[in-house]
């Protein structure tokens, strides 16, 4: 299976904050997405994204949210400023062309808003 | 709309048991993909498999096997003969390629296999 990785691992910050989660793709994926799965709930999805723009974006991703490709390597997901229902895992997933449409997840960042 | 559910929020087998996770779901496409995902105590999503729309044969990969009918709208995953280190939490999720590609998960069920 292809390795997505993700950091930080976990992350805490305080309510207000802005934080940044990055996700390094794999080489020939091109199609990234972000999901999300606040603890010992099911995993949701926030937005999908290729060719550099946004395709699908969720309820949840809201204005607060933003992701790029600033380098055209790492992924990323930015959200302004915190609140404490954001704490949550973040899943970076990512697909090739093919279409198997297998999605792979990387480890997650653990987001802990205090 | 998709949706997947798994009506199984927990089940706890002996080890060496066979255990079925149960998995339903609803989308008005024709074309769509079926997958299941473990999520270990340490909380990575790991693919196990999936299945499109218009291959309904069975799958067996050693102590897992899957069963999708298409009639029924579920899309079964059993373990033969569970380990302690089947325990986890399974996902089942759909997509449909022609609405986004975003997958679409159940609940979860969160197996215990007791040694």
Same mark, same amino acid.
């Given at each position: 299976?292809? $390795?997505?990785?993700?950091?930080? #691992?976990?992350?805490?910050?305080?309510?207000?904050?802005?934080?940044?989660?990055? *996700?390094?793709?794999?080489?020939?994926?091109?199609?990234? /997405?972000? /999901?999300?799965?606040?603890?010992?709930?099911?995993?949701?999805?926030?937005? #999908?994204?290729?060719?550099?723009?946004?395709? $699908?974006?969720?309820?949840?991703?809201?204005?607060?949210?933003?992701?790029?490709?600033?380098?055209?390597?790492?992924?990323?997901? @930015?959200?302004?400023?915190? @609140?404490? $229902?954001?704490?949550?895992?973040?899943? *970076?997933?990512?697909?090739?062309?093919?279409?198997?449409?297998?999605? /792979?997840?990387?480890?997650?960042?653990?987001?802990?808003?205090? | 709309?998709?949706?997947?559910?798994?009506?199984?929020? &927990?089940?706890?087998?002996? +080890?060496? &048991?066979?255990?079925?996770?149960?998995?339903?779901? &609803? =989308?008005?496409?024709? =074309?769509?993909?079926?997958?299941?995902?473990?999520?270990?105590?340490?909380? +990575?999503?790991?693919?196990?498999?999936?299945?499109?729309?218009?291959? +309904?044969?069975? &799958?067996?990969?050693?102590?897992?096997?899957?069963?999708?009918?298409?009639? =029924?709208?579920?899309?079964?995953?059993?373990?033969?003969?569970?380990?302690?280190?089947?325990?986890?939490?399974?996902?089942?999720?759909? =997509?449909?390629?022609?609405?986004?590609?975003?997958?679409?998960?159940?609940?979860?069920?969160?197996?215990?296999?007791?040694?």
């Amino acid at each position: 299976e292809p $390795e997505v990785t993700q950091t930080p #691992s976990h992350q805490v910050t305080q309510m207000g904050q802005e934080v940044i989660l990055r *996700c390094v793709p794999i080489s020939n994926h091109l199609y990234f /997405y972000w /999901y999300r799965q606040i603890l010992g709930q099911k995993v949701e999805f926030l937005v #999908s994204f290729y060719n550099n723009e946004i395709s $699908e974006k969720s309820e949840i991703f809201d204005d607060q949210f933003s992701v790029e490709r600033p380098d055209g390597s790492n992924f990323t997901l @930015k959200i302004r400023s915190t @609140k404490l $229902e954001d704490s949550a895992m973040y899943f *970076c997933a990512m697909r090739d062309q093919s279409f198997s449409y297998e999605q /792979y997840f990387g480890p997650g960042t653990r987001l802990t808003v205090t | 709309a998709q949706k997947v559910t798994q009506a199984q929020t &927990e089940i706890s087998v002996v +080890e060496k &048991e066979d255990v079925t996770l149960d998995c339903v779901y &609803e =989308t008005r496409d024709t =074309t769509y993909y079926l997958f299941w995902y473990k999520q270990p105590p340490s909380g +990575e999503l790991v693919f196990l498999i999936r299945r499109n729309s218009f291959d +309904e044969q069975n &799958e067996i990969s050693g102590r897992y096997s899957w069963n999708f009918q298409k009639s =029924t709208s579920s899309f079964n995953f059993t373990i033969t003969a569970s380990q302690v280190v089947d325990s986890a939490v399974y996902f089942c999720a759909l =997509t449909v390629p022609n609405a986004g590609n975003m997958l679409t998960f159940g609940g979860g069920t969160r197996l215990m296999v007791k040694p």
